[in-house]
T-cell receptor, first 118, second 121 residues
Framework: DARVTQTPRHKVTEMGQEVTMRCQPI?????VFWYRQTMMQGLELLAY????????DSGMPKDRFSAEMPDATLATLKIQPSEPRDSAVYFC????????????????FGEGSWLTVV | AQKITQTQPGMFVQEKEAVTLDCTYD???????LFWYKQPSSGEMIFLIY??????QNATEGRYSLNFQKARKSANLVISASQLGDSAMYFC??????????????????FGKGTKLSVKP
């Protein structure tokens, strides 16, 4: 059963520390999204990649956040330095897009990384 | 202006009854897709159903159906024969095809604020 895999599932860290979240998209998917979910803001897009190229990271605070896809099987989201306001659930999602359509019309989410910065 | 509006923060339904979760959207695109996701208390986001703007028939997936009214820009989720396990947050989302081209700035799912559904035994 193919699924998007995210690590870590839970992370508690101190303010100022670096946090790296990892995502393994479903094999063969060429589009990867990073979302952040908070009670106040709901689900916000941070970044998305198509064929490993970043297409949009306008939702990401550039001074402390960075997103990369070192290869087709790994996407990373890094926060350095972390702050208490970064506490949230971070979701990775993937899909296979051809032009403007997604195969199967589905975008699958991982189980999320629950981050707490104290 | 919000692209996706879910006006019901919370809903209650009796087990075995049907329930409709509202979703309205705003787009000037002719081509777009509408999604519903379920988020149980465990936190994962589970894809439920998809409706394309050119699909003539309402989408159905088991007990889930999407009441798509294009002129009214609404895409309500109908859950038939509610079960206790249906208690969760439900999110409506939209993807606009015009923003999916390379270099587009919004080629992503735009989510509503969600509706918390509680199924009563």
């Amino acid at each position: 059963d193919a699924r998007v895999t995210q690590t870590p599932r839970h992370k508690v860290t101190e303010m100022g520390q670096e946090v790296t979240m990892r995502c393994q998209p479903i094999l063969g998917h060429n589009t990867v999204f990073w979302y952040r979910q908070t009670m106040m803001q709901g689900l916000e897009l941070l970044a998305y990649f198509r064929n490993r190229a970043p297409l949009d990271d306008s939702g990401m605070p550039k001074d402390r956040f960075s997103a990369e896809m070192p290869d087709a099987t790994l996407a990373t989201l890094k926060i350095q330095p972390s702050e208490p306001r970064d506490s949230a659930v971070y979701f990775c999602a993937s899909g296979f897009a051809v032009g403007t359509a997604f195969s199967g019309n589905t975008i699958y989410f991982g189980e999320g990384s629950w981050l707490t910065v104290v | 202006a919000q692209k996706i509006t879910q006006t019901q923060p919370g809903m209650f339904v009796q087990e075995k009854e049907a329930v409709t979760l509202d979703c309205t959207y705003d787009t000037s695109d002719q081509s777009y897709g509408l999604f519903w996701y379920k988020q149980p208390s465990s936190g994962e986001m589970i894809f439920l159903i998809y409706q394309g703007s050119y699909d003539e028939q309402n989408a159905t997936e088991g007990r889930y159906s999407l009441n798509f009214q294009k002129a009214r820009k609404s895409a309500n989720l109908v859950i038939s024969a509610s079960q206790l396990g249906d208690s969760a947050m439900y999110f409506c989302a939209m993807r606009e095809a015009s923003s999916m081209n390379y270099g587009g700035s919004q080629g992503n799912l735009i989510f509503g604020k969600g509706t918390k559904l509680s199924v009563k035994p």
